[in-house]
C-alpha cells in the first residue's frame, strides 16, 4: 500500500515535465545541476525529482546515491550559485526504490547566476541562457539592481541641456539653497543625480535637455485622434508626434486632449464653453503616470488614442 507521498508524487509522474516540475534520473555535475537551480530561482522557483527519468518512470535511488545527491545538491546551491540558494530535499521511498525531491524557492535576488556568469530562466520544461541586454535590464531592474533614470545616456553633455530650464526649477525647488554662482552646469547636475560628471543620465536629458529625442527618438508621445471607435491607420482626425523634454510633452499632449474631447455644457451657463468630457484632473493623472511611470528600459513611444466613445 502507498503512501500518501508516494500517491503525490505518482499524480506529479503523471502529468509530465513543465516549467515547475523538471525530473532527472541521476546528476554527475554540480555545474550542470547549479544551472538547473538558476533556471528556477529566476523564473518563479519548482521542484527537480531526482531517480526519475524523463518519461516519469521511476528508476530509484539507494541510500549511497542519496547521501551522494544530497552533498552535491548543497555544494553546487551554496559554491556553484551566485548568490547562494538554499533549496530542501525530501526523500520519498516508492516500491520501486527511493526519489529524491528538491523544492527550489523563487529567489529574492534576481537575477541569479551560476559560477560562470550566465543566467539560467525555464523555457517551458526546459531552460535557457538569457543573453539580450533588454532582458537582463529588466531583470535587474525588477530585483531593484538597476533603474533606467539613472542610466547614463553615451554622447551627451553640458551642451545638451537647457540651462534656462534648469536654473529655472534650480531657483523654484532649491531657492537661495543652491549656490549657482560658483558651482558649473556638471556640479549642479551631478549634486542633483542627474549626471555621474562626465555625460547626462536618462532623467537628466528627459527633464531638461534641450531636445532629448536626438539621443532617446523613442521616448515621445505619439497622439492620435480617431472619428470612430475603432484603432484604423488609414481614417484618423488629427495626429501629432509629441517630443521635446517630459515637460512639454506633458503641455503639448495635454493641449492635444483638450481640442480633441468634446466640451458638455454640464452645469454652466448657455454662454460658457462647457467643460471637458472627462474630468481635468484625470488626465492629468493619466499623462503623468503614462510620462513618469513607463519603462524606460522599452525603446517604444507612449500612445495617447482618443476614440468617439
Known sequence: ????????????????????????QDVTNEDALAAEFVAFANSGGGTIY?????????????????RRLNLMISNAASQHVKPPLHPKTEVIQTSRGLVLRVDLPTGL????????????????????????????QRMFQRSGLLHADVVPVQGTSVLDIDHRALYSYIQRRYASGMDMRTASTYQLLQNMGLSNGMVINLAG??????????HRPAFMVKAVAFPGTQLSDAHYLDSEDISGALPQ???RSFAFLRRNLRHIQADQGFNSLGV????????EEVLVNALVHRDYFTSASVRVMIFLD
Open 109 to 136: 535576488n534576481k537575477p541569479y547566476m551560476d559560477l560562470q556568469g550566465r543566467v539560467w530562466i525555464k523555457n517551458g520544461a526546459d531552460k535557457r541562457h538569457v543573453t539580450a541586454r533588454e532582458e537582463l
Open 276 to 283: 471637458l468630457e472627462v474630468p481635468t484632473q484625470v488626465l
Open 50 to 66: 531526482l531517480g526519475v527519468s524523463d518519461h516519469g518512470c521511476v528508476t530509484g535511488l539507494d541510500r549511497m546515491n542519496v
Open 1 to 24: 500500500m502507498t503512501d500518501d507521498r508516494e500517491e503525490a508524487l505518482n499524480r506529479v509522474l503523471e502529468r509530465g515535465e513543465d516549467s515547475l516540475h523538471q525530473f532527472k
Open 249 to 251: 510633452q506633458y503641455e
Open 205 to 214: 536629458l528627459l527633464l531638461f535637455g534641450t531636445y532629448p529625442q536626438q
